[in-house]
């Protein structure tokens, strides 16, 4: 029964759209256009605690289309998810948080965006897959270098 207590426990308790906007600032003209857009696409991720073993992971993404010096669209989204976490030794909390979290969150924040993106009147857009495993690195890579002591001579 010891053995039931301690085993790690991941429950997904709510995945939802946080923000979501959509901007064709351009329209009616813009649907005119035949260039192929050029994509921006930011993102970023973030997690806290809620309350004892509950955790709120959300994924920000913004997206922005332009043909020329015009914005064919613009979309923002945050997708979120609410996550029951116990019994995960705290060494490997940041991992599930900045890594596994946001792998369950993204293919619904890619579905959102593609969907809005669709309903403003343009074709589908489908979001690159994100190494999130490679961003919690070089996130941690950045952490370690802003603490090492500065040397002077």
């Given amino acids: ?75 923002e989204c945050t997708q979120a998810g609410v996550f029951r976490i116990q019994n995960v030794p705290a060494d490997q909390m940041p991992m599930v948080l900045g890594i596994g979290c946001p792998n369950i969150v993204f293919p619904y924040l890619r579905e959102t965006v593609s969907d809005v993106v669709i309903r403003a009147g343009f074709p589908p857009l489908l979001l690159n897959p994100v190494n999130f495993e490679a961003l919690f690195m070089q996130q941690q890579q950045a952490q370690q270098q802003q603490a090492e002591p500065v040397q002077t001579h």
Avoid: C, W
């Fill in 1 to 75: 029964m010891a053995d039931e207590l301690q085993q790690p426990v991941f429950n997904i308790e709510k995945l939802y759209v946080k923000d979501l906007s959509v901007e064709v600032p351009n329209a009616p003209g813009i649907f005119t256009e035949r260039d192929a857009p050029k994509m921006d696409v930011n993102l970023s991720t973030e997690s806290r605690a809620l309350a004892q073993d509950v955790y709120h992971t959300s994924i920000t993404v913004t997206v922005t289309a332009k043909a020329g010096d015009k914005t064919m669209f613009l979309v």
